[in-house]
């Protein structure tokens, strides 16, 4: 199983912010209808729960791009840049 992750440093920011803004006023109306009718439920919470996550990783799969986890490397750290510039 390869395990990826998302790479928010070569994403394209205003595409992700876009997309979520665009199908989150959706989520965002039903929210203020819900709260107007005084009919908030778990199970109404919970659905707009799942739909914020399925729409923020939508955005997240169009607009940022993925790697293996072992791609980058993941054990550098400021002190080995600090070493390498001293090279």
């Known amino acids: 199983m390869t395990v990826t992750q998302l790479r928010w ?15 989150l ?3 965002l ?3 203020v209808q819900l709260e107007q009718s ?6 109404s919470i919970d659905d707009i ?11 997240s799969d169009i607009a940022v791009p993925k790697c293996s986890k072992n791609f980058l490397k993941y054990w ?3 002190e080995l840049d600090a070493l390498k510039q001293i090279q």
């Open 49 to 59: 729960y799942c739909r914020v996550l399925n729409i923020l990783c939508l955005g």
């Open 29 to 31: 109306d039903e929210i």
């Open 9 to 23: 440093d070569r994403a394209e920011l205003l595409l992700y912010i876009s997309i979520t803004a665009l199908n």
């Open 76 to 78: 550098w750290d400021q």
């Open 38 to 43: 005084r009919s908030v439920t778990p199970a």
């Open 25 to 27: 006023q959706s989520v």
